[in-house]
Nanobody, 121 residues
Framework: QVQLVESGGGLVQPGGSLRLSCAASGSIFSIYAMGWYRQAPGKQRDLVAAITSGGSTNYADSVKGRFTISRDNAKNTVYLQMNSLKPEDTAVYYC???????????????WGKGTLVTVSS
């Protein structure tokens, strides 16, 4: 079974920084892309940042210039460096992976359980 495990969430003051990690494990042949989504109370789940195995990135407008997504393909791990955090960044952050479990599989989406990020004084 494929498993995605997030870590690094917690409480941080406005203007502070936090680094999230997500490690994918299990029967993985290839990861095409990984990303981070977030869901604030009463809001929909939205894309924060994504990165392909080739290194192409995409960011939500609200985090451009503040967040940086990176990955270590050999470790099947994706990171989200969050700087200049704002209260509006408070949300549960979910790791997502588009991956194949065999050489002939199409990529399928897998999700982590989420990690809470709270930005508050």
């Amino acid at each position: 079974q494929v498993q995605l495990v997030e870590s690094g969430g917690g409480l941080v003051q406005p203007g502070g920084s936090l680094r999230l990690s997500c490690a994918a494990s299990g029967s993985i042949f290839s990861i095409y892309a990984m990303g981070w989504y977030r869901q604030a109370p009463g809001k929909q789940r939205d894309l924060v940042a994504a990165i392909t195995s080739g290194g192409s990135t995409n960011y939500a407008d609200s985090v451009k210039g503040r967040f940086t997504i990176s990955r270590d393909n050999a470790k099947n791990t994706v990171y989200l460096q969050m700087n200049s955090l704002k209260p509006e960044d408070t949300a549960v952050y979910y790791c997502n992976a588009d991956l194949a479990t065999t050489p002939t599989n199409y990529g399928m989406d897998y999700w982590g359980k989420g990690t809470l990020v709270t930005v508050s004084s």
